[in-house]
């Protein structure tokens, strides 16, 4: 089914649960104060974690309210999208933090999606001014955070500048296998999640794998899937291989819409090359459209 914009319902309820599962593995970094972070954000530390819940009709709950060593009230969102509403959302917290502590908070929010950042920052009204800073976390430097001893400041270097690689990968999954049992399932966990922000999944399921991290994927259905979508991905892999390697062996070196044509090519599509190869004449004859 589709929406009046043409979008399709399964796709866009999809894309929401993705959101969501960004942001409620992006909230559990914020269990202690990032200091790392903060120093990069703000060039202070945080004294004291503040725990601040509005119960309303919709709860509210910032991801990460401080007070920072100089005495300033912090306030920091994280955001995956850019979410339209953003600047209300901030403005709305602005007020419930100064109703609460009487005091002014810097207030930023740190986006860390895939596309490029257009959050709106400030409400320009005739009878009313409002502004915040947005940060796009790939403009900071990820060395700081990756060198960090808490993991959690780890884990955000994945998403920063520099930080979407084979090595930053490698030095995470070090740092996750000297963990055990459930923590060490949880962090991997964590850590997929983040990667499908840089499309570095397929990346760490190799690097796991490869590093022989044991872990307990049968109580989380998350690992499951991803690894079982690694296995499929290996078996079909191998397959294209497989019918790369007779075509070649047939027909001599394979041009490059054949070889794209390979490159995308499902199980079905494979199957039925791999019979036609049998007795066709001529490369255009193996890798026509498949058969309905």
Not at 34 to 57: D, S
Request: contains cysteine; proline residues 4%.
């Amino acid at each position: 089914m589709y929406n009046r914009y043409g979008v399709s319902i399964d796709d866009a309820s999809g894309a929401r649960q993705q959101m969501m599962r960004y942001d409620t593995t992006l909230k559990t970094l914020f269990q202690a104060p990032p200091q790392q972070l903060l120093h990069l954000l703000v060039g202070g530390q945080a004294q004291t974690m503040l725990t601040v819940e509005y119960p309303m009709v919709r709860m509210r709950r910032p991801d990460l309210v401080v007070r920072l060593t100089d005495g300033r009230l912090y306030h920091l969102e994280l955001q995956s999208d850019n979410d339209t509403t953003m600047p209300w959302r901030m403005l709305e917290y602005y007020g419930l933090l100064y109703q609460h502590y009487q005091q002014q908070a810097l207030q930023q929010v740190l986006y860390v999606g895939e596309r490029p950042m257009t959050l709106a920052t400030q409400i320009a009204h005739s009878t009313l001014t409002f502004q915040y800073s947005a940060i796009d976390i790939r403009t900071l430097d990820g060395q700081p955070l990756l060198q960090s001893p808490v993991l959690e400041d780890n884990l955000l270097a994945l998403l920063c500048r520099g930080g979407a690689t084979r090595t930053t990968v490698q030095h995470i999954l070090a740092r996750i296998a000297t963990l055990s049992g459930t923590a060490r399932t949880e962090a991997l966990t964590t850590m997929l999640i983040l990667a499908g922000l840089r499309h570095l999944q397929p990346l760490v399921r190799e690097e796991a794998q490869q590093m022989a991290l044991t872990l307990d994927i049968k109580n989380n259905a998350f690992l499951r899937e991803v690894f079982e979508e690694g296995h499929q991905e290996g078996q079909i892999e191998g397959e294209r291989a497989l019918i790369r390697r007779l075509l070649a062996s047939r027909f001599g070196v394979l041009p490059a819409w054949a070889e794209q044509h390979i490159a995308t090519a499902n199980t079905a599509m494979l199957e039925q090359w791999g019979i036609r190869l049998l007795d066709a004449t001529s490369l255009e004859a193996v890798l026509r459209a498949p058969e309905a």
